[in-house]
């Protein structure tokens, strides 16, 4: 698991992350926060929950909103995506 700000989701620098977690680095999941929520206390950034198992080759991940920090636990449901 890594807890990351979300940024990387949407910009062409996080092209490498996104490919590598459907090619080798075994992307199981990702559970991106609302902005609102402001998960650094220190930072006024968004935040995303990356979850994986290195050398696994999935199929797809898992996509999931997380609207309050009450939904968080446990790190499981999500949309499929490919």
């Known amino acids: 698991m890594f807890i990351t700000s979300a940024e990387w989701l949407d ?14 680095l075994g992307g199981r999941a990702l559970h991106v926060l609302e902005p609102e929520l402001h998960a650094f206390e220190d930072a006024a950034t968004t935040a995303a929950i990356t ?8 199929y797809a991940l ?8 009450d939904e968080l636990a446990p790190l499981t449901g999500g949309q499929r995506w490919s």
């Open 62 to 69: 898992r996509l999931r909103r997380v609207r309050t920090l």
């Open 11 to 24: 910009v062409n620098y996080g092209k490498l992350v996104r490919d590598m977690l459907l090619d080798g």
């Open 51 to 58: 979850c994986f198992h290195v050398g696994a080759r999935p």
